[in-house]
């Protein structure tokens, strides 16, 4: 199994619609990308100097099944809003 973690730094001049629209966007993906295992999101509640605004924790099955969400048209345009918001993504990928 692969975890596949995201976390993300919203621009400072992004509204709550926007992140909420990407909830809303995020929620969506289990139930259209079978490759999804499991599948979790929020926003950090700490608010640290070092916190990321928001993180994505999902496991895949292999590095294959991972691959194939990344290049998913769904994905993709999940992945444009998250460029559209976010000042910054780190991602990190770990067998489990």
């Not at 993180?55 to 099955?61: A, K, R």
Request: proline share 3%; net charge negative; with cysteine.
């Amino acid at each position: 199994m692969i975890k596949h973690v995201v976390m993300m730094k919203f621009k400072k001049d992004i509204h709550e619609a926007g992140i909420d629209g990407l909830e809303k966007k995020l929620g969506a993906l289990p139930g259209l990308i079978p490759e999804i295992k499991s599948y979790e999101f929020g926003r950090d509640v700490i608010r640290s100097e070092r916190s990321y605004d928001f993180v994505l924790v999902s496991v895949f099955e292999d590095t294959e099944s991972l691959k194939r969400y990344q290049i998913h048209p769904l994905h993709l345009e999940v992945l444009k809003t998250v460029k559209d918001i976010c000042e910054s993504v780190i991602v990190a990928d770990f067998v489990f």
